[in-house]
């Protein structure tokens, strides 16, 4: 069955740093693109990150670009998002994206994680 498992949200004063981490199951991981979506209260699912299966092609959100950091280890099953220099605006469920059926950006996945809660207070 195919599973994706995200973990590491929490609540964490602007400026400060948390890391997600999303564990697939061995079938949903031999997909060449992994992705992170977030997801405020009110609004529309947004794209935040994406990597290509060896890691030589990332994609960010220009709302991220420098703060957020993807990656992946393929013995792990594991992709993460490391995300440093918090705002409030990043409060949001993220989710994790496996299998895109078009692009890397688009909403258009196969699989999708649960979600994990980041909140950022001011």
């Known amino acids: 069955q195919v599973q994706l498992v995200e973990s590491g949200g929490g609540l964490v004063q602007a400026g400060g740093s948390l890391r997600l981490s999303c564990r697939a199951s061995?079938?949903?991981?031999?997909?060449?693109?992994m992705a992170w979506f977030r997801q405020a209260p009110g609004k529309e699912r947004e794209f935040v990150a994406a990597l290509t299966w060896s890691g030589g092609t990332t994609y960010y959100a220009d709302s991220v670009k420098g703060r957020f950091t993807i990656s992946r280890d393929n013995a792990k099953n594991s992709v993460y998002l490391q995300m440093n220099s918090l705002k409030p605006e990043d409060t949001a469920n993220y989710y994790c994206a496996s299998r895109p059926l078009g692009t890397p950006r688009g909403l258009l996945y196969d699989y999708w994680g649960q979600g994990t809660q980041v909140t950022v207070s001011s």
């Open positions: 061995a079938r949903t991981f031999s997909s060449p693109t």
